[in-house]
């Protein structure tokens, strides 16, 4: 999801980018293939690392507690681009745990780099798209938080559709939070901020914890400011973030 990443890759038709002659996908995938070549060092992150931190995807409910370790509060995270901003954060909050769902290979394995590198172990990856993730390996009620930032923003209109904060994936969202989890997004396209601020609002599990009257929330500390995000931030651009609470059940 990292904006950074090439994205050369032809589309696959009946995916997210497929041309406007294919029919328009059953579903929002959460992620679109990319082009991009492993470095020596991912690829060694990879053999090294990755039977500790790779969680294949089983199709079959996940024990938490048992893939991390421990007992912790658990981040899903969809789409984690190079795996910077995901680094940054699992530091700054050792006491959380971290599922990062992500599909392109390169991203994959910086992270599982960044991972040896910064000595980690709450984090795990599952190369696999989060939808299914959410549907099959995940219980309802058992996340303490989702992290989504900078999603493609499919910068034409007719390509909105596309984009992925649609209802149907707040609500799945919503309803595997605890009640007080939390739904992080980020976004530097403005038109793609006001629809997750739509879509988000009207989801009625979720309350907005913005005060101030444009919807929008401060960045949160804990989310770092990233290359991509710093130029862009240096040519004028803005960036908006959004965080959305579960209700507790009474209140939905």
Same mark, same amino acid.
């Given at each position: 999801?990292?904006?950074?990443?090439?994205?050369?890759?032809?589309?696959?038709?009946?995916?997210?980018?497929?041309?406007?002659?294919?029919?328009?996908?059953? #579903?929002?995938?959460?992620?679109?293939?990319?082009?991009?070549?492993?470095?020596?060092?991912?690829?060694?992150?990879?053999?090294?690392?990755?039977?500790?931190?790779?969680?294949?995807?089983?199709?079959?409910?996940?024990?938490?507690?048992?893939?991390?370790?421990?007992?912790?509060?658990?981040?899903?995270?969809?789409?984690?681009?190079?795996?910077?901003?995901?680094?940054?954060?699992?530091?700054?909050?050792?006491?959380?745990?971290?599922?990062?769902?992500?599909?392109?290979?390169?991203?994959?394995?910086?992270?599982?780099?960044?991972?040896?590198?910064?000595?980690?172990?709450?984090?795990?990856?599952?190369?696999?798209?989060?939808?299914?993730?959410?549907?099959?390996?995940?219980?309802?009620?058992?996340?303490?938080?989702?992290?989504?930032?900078?999603?493609?923003?499919?910068?034409?209109? #007719?390509?909105?559709?596309?984009?992925?904060?649609?209802?149907?994936?707040?609500?799945?969202?919503?309803?595997?939070?605890?009640?007080?989890?939390?739904?992080?997004?980020?976004?530097?396209?403005?038109?793609?901020?006001?629809?997750?601020?739509?879509?988000?609002?009207?989801?009625?599990?979720?309350?907005?914890?913005?005060?101030?009257?444009?919807?929008?929330?401060?960045?949160?500390?804990?989310?770092?400011?990233?290359?991509?995000?710093?130029?862009?931030?240096?040519?004028?651009?803005?960036?908006?973030?959004?965080?959305?609470?579960?209700r507790a059940a009474e209140a939905a």
């Amino acid at each position: 999801m990292d904006p950074t990443d090439p994205a050369g890759a032809p589309p696959v038709p009946g995916e997210l980018g497929a041309p406007d002659d294919v029919a328009h996908p059953k #579903r929002i995938k959460t992620f679109v293939r990319r082009a991009g070549r492993t470095t020596t060092g991912q690829a060694k992150a990879f053999e090294t690392l990755g039977p500790r931190f790779l969680q294949p995807y089983t199709g079959e409910r996940l024990d938490l507690e048992a893939t991390f370790g421990r007992t912790a509060p658990t981040v899903l995270e969809i789409g984690f681009g190079m795996g910077e901003a995901t680094a940054h954060i699992a530091n700054v909050k050792p006491d959380t745990d971290f599922l990062c769902c992500e599909v392109h290979e390169p991203g994959v394995g910086a992270l599982l780099k960044r991972i040896g590198e910064q000595g980690q172990t709450n984090i795990r990856i599952v190369q696999h798209d989060a939808v299914d993730v959410l549907d099959h390996m995940l219980a309802d009620d058992s996340l303490a938080g989702v992290h989504i930032f900078f999603p493609d923003p499919w910068h034409k209109k #007719r390509h909105s559709k596309r984009r992925l904060i649609q209802p149907p994936l707040v609500r799945k969202l919503a309803l595997h939070l605890k009640a007080g989890g939390y739904i992080h997004c980020a976004t530097d396209w403005q038109p793609y901020a006001r629809q997750m601020l739509e879509v988000l609002s009207a989801e009625t599990l979720l309350a907005n914890t913005a005060t101030g009257a444009d919807g929008y929330a401060a960045k949160p500390d804990y989310r770092p400011l990233t290359k991509f995000e710093n130029r862009g931030i240096k040519l004028g651009h803005g960036v908006w973030d959004l965080v959305f609470t579960r209700r507790a059940a009474e209140a939905a």
